[in-house]
């Protein structure tokens, strides 16, 4: 994902599309985590005990006289009556309702379960207790605001006054409540599911800011002015259908390389290339599948292609063709086989190819030889394309010695994985040796995730075309010139 207008490629801000996005991208995690988020509220709430409540109110008064100390005695009820509510919670309170109901808890425990608050702007003061059970908190709440009403009394006369001023009058006795006020479920669950949404939605953000992976085409842009030139679909049948010529015609693996052959053509309109390298940063980006079946779908228009498997670490295009991997490059640079005995033929698509060979153990002397690079340009000269797969750019040097040789070098990134850093640092490497990017190719693309990548095509490529493709299974042959 891009940065928002206005700041560097560095910078972490996100516009309001690209956070819509990333909720697109990541809905999956937000999901999980409101999930769990709700899994543990709701362990929470249905292992906590049911509480039920009594609420009942008394009223506080003040003798008096006249209309003036009527006033005045209002204020001073209104004053004291916050004294007063505290009162209900106090320990001698609850010690007086344990000993009358016989109730088989200490006085801090019942105390925690008695409350009382003066409502605004009266004199009245309302008492809530709560029980496992409904019955007994109405009976515990009886109990309590009864005792509630002598013990206020008792404390006005306390100090030697032989009669209260102070009067507390039972308003409302204890009510039965047959619903729970804890644990409220609902609500419970409500506020369960925000949490976990905004977790959800702050983690993907977290995720995206520090996620350096390539994701679209405007990660590419961050990195090179060079197009993405195709995104190729993951496919889980790649295994069992690896090549082009395994596919249907309108499969969209087929349309994506039929993409990639006809974004070639609009490269460099005044020098066509005629010899590709594709390489990737890192191993396992599929770079070998990318060459091989671009190879092919050349190859289908009738042009004379050529893929040469110059990955002498790694060779796999030879095996993926169905063909004999033990002729090939090395065995005719030293001269125990002529090149045109090792170039075989993939019947299937008439592709030619020149596989790896035998091992060396000195790949890349023998890619910088001089044997080599002749090798290569008379190659070139007999072929309409040539497309050299090449070993990775950081691990070893061989790719950038082969770059040096081609029109251009065509990097291979996958969809998730290949990091912002490694596709930088492996273009670094081509500027070192001169050699010429002609764009980038991501791989395994998720199905979410293609389109954000069409639009690039249309706007760097130009107009794409769709040329022949075959169905027919792979054979392998040998060609003889």
Not at 27 to 32: E, I, P, T
Not at 46 to 55: G, I, N
Not at 96 to 113: F, G, H, S, Y
Not at 345 to 355: D, I, K, M, R, T
Request: aromatic share 6%; hydrophobic share 40%.
């Amino acid at each position: 994902m891009s940065v928002a207008h206005g700041t560097d490629s560095k910078g972490w801000v996100l516009d309001f599309k690209q956070f819509l996005v990333v909720l697109r991208r990541r809905w999956v995690s937000v999901l999980l985590l409101i999930a769990l988020a709700l899994g543990v509220a709701a362990g929470i709430t249905f292992t906590r005990t049911p509480m039920y409540e009594s609420k009942s109110q008394v009223f506080l008064s003040i003798d008096v006289r006249n209309t003036t100390d009527a006033y005045a005695a209002s204020l001073f009820a209104s004053n004291r009556a916050a004294s007063y509510a505290k009162l209900a919670k106090s320990t001698a309170l609850s010690e007086r309702v344990i000993e009358q109901l016989n109730l088989d808890m200490t006085p801090e425990k019942l105390a925690d379960r008695i409350d009382a608050e003066v409502v605004e702007l009266t004199s009245l003061i309302e008492i809530k207790v709560k029980d496992e059970n409904a019955r007994d908190a109405q009976k515990i709440g009886d109990v309590v605001t009864e005792e509630f009403t002598k013990f206020v009394p008792g404390l006005e006369t306390a100090g030697g006054q032989s009669e209260s001023q102070i009067n507390a009058q039972i308003t409302d006795e204890a009510s039965y409540e047959p619903d729970q006020v804890s644990p409220t479920v609902l609500l419970n669950m409500i506020v369960a599911a925000l949490i976990g949404l905004v977790l959800g939605i702050g983690l993907a953000v977290a995720r995206e800011l520090l996620d350096r992976t390539i994701r679209t085409a405007d990660h590419v842009a961050e990195l090179t002015d060079s197009p993405v030139l195709a995104s190729i679909g993951f496919d889980n049948d790649i295994r069992s259908a690896p090549l082009l010529t395994d596919l249907g015609g309108f499969a969209a693996r087929t349309e994506a390389f039929r993409l990639l052959r006809t974004n070639l053509q609009f490269i460099d309109l005044d020098h066509q290339p005629r010899c590709l390298v594709i390489t990737s940063a890192v191993p396992g980006e599929g770079k070998t599948m990318t060459s091989t079946n671009l190879a092919v779908a050349l190859a289908q228009t009738g042009r004379n292609t050529l893929i040469i498997d110059a990955d002498l670490r790694r060779p796999r295009v030879a095996t993926t063709l169905g063909l004999d991997p033990a002729i090939g490059l090395t065995t005719a640079l030293v001269g125990k086989t002529e090149i045109h005995d090792a170039i075989q033929v993939h019947e299937a698509s008439g592709l030619h190819v020149l596989a790896s060979g035998a091992k060396p153990p000195n790949p890349t002397e023998i890619l910088q030889s001089k044997i080599t690079q002749d090798l290569i340009r008379r190659l070139r000269s007999s072929y309409d394309m040539v497309i050299i797969d090449a070993p990775p750019l950081l691990p070893v040097a061989d790719a950038s010695v082969l770059a040096k040789l081609a029109d251009g070098v065509i990097i291979v990134a996958r969809h998730g994985k290949t990091t912002k850093d490694q596709v930088n640092e492996a273009i670094n490497r081509l500027n070192q040796v001169g050699a010429r990017l002609y764009g980038v190719v991501v791989n395994m693309v998720a199905k979410r995730a293609i389109g954000s990548y069409y639009y690039y095509y249309y706007e760097e490529s130009g107009p794409s075309g769709r040329g022949s493709g075959k169905s027919s299974s792979g054979k392998s042959g040998r060609r003889r010139a």
